[in-house]
């Protein structure tokens, strides 16, 4: 799939020259290889019950705002079992019985409500075929994406990326915080700097090593931001780091999931690039 930003060409070219000129490209691809070898890869995240992985997506890419995972997963399985996970189904629910099936999820009265708008709009649209929705092209699917309700930059990006397979930066607060802590581009404030800022910064190093990547583009972003959640569930925590102890373990609906990560290891896989590391002693 061709790589294309819906930015300004003179930012983008901008964000090309920084990156260049500071090997930000080279570093990304430093914490990629070391993200991957520590965690490898984890098949089970999606799909998680559904033989409808594009909607899955999109639904739970709405109810994970503000929400632990391992309540939207619950919160899927839930909706599946009630026959909720096709859009001419979910549209026809009952509102109220709909948010009770998604509690403990964060605002399930609105979270509820805008699902069940955006599948009358995929049904009445698209047919309920999703795939139709997602086959357009970047700027003009995150444009009708972004009209629908609960639907922001990064949840927009959540669905392009995993259920459409375009290639975008998730600028969510995991990759934040991380990059942030890191500190692989120092005159950058990856904390606070606005969301298509940072996406074009990232978007554009990793098109300066496209020969390098051992995966195509699209695969490179979604394992970076697969690989950068098991770091920050796992290791770089919002507070009380786990960097000389083993990952914090999470317990998911798939007992599967991260079933092998992080059981003996001897701590953060990124302390040694890490600006914010400080080993006790």
Known sequence: ???????????????????????????????????????????????????????????????????????????IVRMHEAGLMRPQALAAADTQALAALIR???????????????????????????????????????????????????????????????????VDAYARRLLARLGLLPSFDFARAPYDTVQTLVEAAATTIVPALPVSLTEFFWNFHALIIEECIHHCLANNPRQDRPGLRRAFVDPRKCAEHCLECAGCPLRAMCASYHPRG
């Open 1 to 75: 799939m061709a790589f294309c930003v819906a930015v300004p060409a003179w930012l983008f070219e901008k964000a090309v020259r920084c990156v260049s000129n500071n090997d930000f490209g080279e570093r990304l691809l430093k914490l990629y290889d070391a993200l991957a070898g520590h965690f490898a890869h984890e098949p089970h995240w999606w799909p998680i019950v559904t033989d409808a992985p594009q909607f899955e997506m999109i639904v739970g890419a709405v109810l994970v705002q503000q929400t632990r995972w391992e309540t939207v997963e619950a919160a």
């Open 104 to 170: 403990p999820c964060a605002f399930q009265g609105q979270k509820a409500l805008g699902l069940q708008m955006i599948a009358r709009y995929l049904a009445e649209r698209y047919g309920g075929d999703v795939g139709a929705l997602l086959r357009q092209p970047r700027a003009p699917l995150r444009a009708e994406l972004m009209a629908m309700p609960r639907v922001g930059q990064e949840t927009a990006d959540t669905i392009m990326l995993y259920a459409g397979g375009h290639p975008v930066f998730i």
